[in-house]
Nanobody, 115 residues
Framework: QVQLVESGGGLVQPGGSLRLSCTAS????????MGWYRQASGEQRELVAS???????DYADSVKGRFTISGDNAKNTVYLEMNVLKPEDTAVYYC?????????WGQGTQVTVSS
């Protein structure tokens, strides 16, 4: 059974930074293209960033230049470095496979950007 665990969220002021982590049991991230997704209250879940097994990255326009996705195969962890955070980045953040999120969703980690 694959289990995804997201962590690193919290409350941060506008302009601040956070680094999210996603670890997994039951799979090796080195075998899958992965993505970070987010879901704001009352909104649909959306893809924020993705990284392929060849370390090619892509970003939603709303976060381009501010967020960086990366992976550490040795630690079996995918990261999302978030800088210059804005209130509209407030959401629960999840990781999953990309482009088809076929793993069971984890609990996610809440990111709140507010002064």
């Amino acid at each position: 059974q694959v289990q995804l665990v997201e962590s690193g969220g919290g409350l941060v002021q506008p302009g601040g930074s956070l680094r999210l982590s996603c670890t997994a049991s039951g799979i090796s991230f080195s075998s899958y293209d992965m993505g970070w997704y987010r879901q704001a209250s009352g909104e649909q879940r959306e893809l924020v960033a993705s990284v392929t097994t060849r370390h090619t990255t892509d970003y939603a326009d709303s976060v381009k230049g501010r967020f960086t996705i990366s992976g550490d195969n040795a630690k079996n962890t995918v990261y999302l470095e978030m800088n210059v955070l804005k209130p509209e980045d407030t959401a629960v953040y999840y990781c999953n496979a990309h482009p088809y999120p076929f793993f069971s969703w984890g609990q996610g980690t809440q990111v709140t950007v507010s002064s």
